[in-house]
Nanobody, 115 residues
């Protein structure tokens, strides 16, 4: 069992930055693929970025070059640094932990990009 708690969302102007954090507890964190997903109003939840222990990362085309996912296995934490934010980045951002058939979600944190 894995519990995930996100933090760091908020309101930011276009072009600004935010850093999301996800604290994980309850299992062997380093064995999980950690990811960030987002869901905008009226849209399906979509992948933003994933991180595998050992350094391999994957990004949605829409955020490549602007967002960076990182993880600290010693702290059981995963982060999403978001730069050059755009209004279309507005969504609820969810932390995800996945290993084989096991998948866990956080409660989500709202990110709003608006002037």
């Amino acid at each position: 069992q894995v519990q995930l708690v996100e933090s760091g969302g908020g309101l930011v102007q276009p072009g600004g930055s935010l850093r999301l954090s996800c604290a994980a507890s309850g299992s062997i964190f380093r064995l999980y693929v950690m990811g960030w997903y987002r869901q905008a109003p009226g849209k399906q939840r979509e992948l933003v970025a994933t991180s595998i222990s050992g350094g391999r990362t994957n990004y949605a085309d829409s955020v490549k070059g602007r967002f960076t996912i990182s993880r600290d296995n010693a702290k059981n934490a995963v982060y999403l640094q978001m730069n050059s934010l755009k209004p279309e980045d507005t969504a609820v951002y969810y932390c995800n932990a996945n290993r084989f058939t096991q998948t866990y979600w956080g409660q989500g944190t709202q990110v709003t990009v608006s002037s």
